[in-house]
């Protein structure tokens, strides 16, 4: 069955239905992988996989976006929010780290799309970069894979992705997973080629995403995931709804229309691929 390798069922916008939610997703057999986006949501993310042990299982980060205070407001974001600043604490983190319900860190990474009004721009991308690097510590010290954010500036679609890539190649660290891929051609072949795993939201699904419609059909099937991103990005059958585990079949499903393959071969080795790249038993 599949495997949701990205989701936030942590968030605030399951907060009153968590139970039900849940409920589906184990009795639809599947399994998830809870994300944390900063302290509150990380520790959520590790205490949900503590009360459903082998079902659902945590990855713990601070988001790029949450370094600074910024108001986010996009189509694919149900609800408008306020983020909140926080400096990152690798104590902190690295205690949910040692969990062993903690199958990754992340997401974290790069996210030029929010800047901030009051905030310059280079000293901005400065501290993305640091506070990145010291979650690839992390990882490394932990031995854990990475979920990676990305997200470039509407002008540079593919900077971001290139710059997240030179400071893993600067590493040397390449267990790590490019979630919700929203580029092109060219940045999947860049990541797969260093040694990557590509993941597909329902952004696959929408009619328009040309570039990423070309990069699912490119990217070999023992390198690709899937993931709801859930609340968010609700793919195309359900836009417009709060987004859940129990979706991830229509990303699936695209996954394989676009390779004309059946759909069994992408439910089998992307649940393969997720139960290699995560360590899941």
């Known amino acids: 069955m599949l495997i949701d390798t990205h989701c936030h069922l942590n968030f605030s916008a399951f907060k009153d239905d968590i139970g039900d939610v849940i409920k589906r997703t184990i009795d639809g057999g599947m399994r998830v992988i809870n994300v944390g986006s900063q302290n ?79 905030v310059d721009e280079q000293s901005f991308k400065k501290k993305q970069k640091e506070v990145f690097l010291e979650h690839i510590e992390l990882a490394e010290k932990h031995h854990l894979p990475m979920i990676l954010h990305c997200r470039s500036m ?15 190649q600067h590493t040397g660290f390449t267990r790590g997973v490019l979630h919700c891929f929203s580029s092109t051609l060219n940045v999947a072949k860049a990541f797969i080629n260093a040694g990557f795993m590509v993941s597909f939201t329902g952004i696959v699904t929408f009619p328009n995403a040309k ?27 359900v836009r417009g709804k709060r987004n859940e585990p129990l979706y991830v079949r229509y990303i699936a499903e695209k996954v394989a229309e676009l390779k004309g393959v059946p759909l069994e071969d992408v439910e089998k080795q992307t649940t393969e691929n997720a139960e290699r790249f995560f360590g899941l038993e």
Do not use: N
């Not at 070309?214 to 793919?235: F, G, N, S």
């Open 154 to 168: 509407k002008s540079d679609p593919a900077a971001a992705y290139m710059e997240l890539l030179d400071v893993l």
């Open 40 to 118: 509150t949501t990380s520790e959520r993310a590790v205490k949900l996989a503590k009360e459903y042990p082998g079902k659902l299982f945590a990855a713990v980060a601070l988001h790029p976006i949450h370094l600074h205070s910024t108001f986010v407001d996009e189509d694919e974001v149900a609800i408008p929010f306020q983020t909140r600043a926080e400096e990152f604490d690798p104590d902190f983190y690295g205690k949910l780290a040692q969990e062993k319900e903690t199958v990754a860190i992340g997401e974290c990474g790069l996210d030029y799309f929010h800047v901030p009004q009051d």
């Open 211 to 237: 570039e990423v419609h070309e990069a699912a059909k490119w990217i070999p099937l023992d390198r690709l995931m899937v993931e709801t991103d859930a609340p968010y990005l609700a793919p195309q059958q």
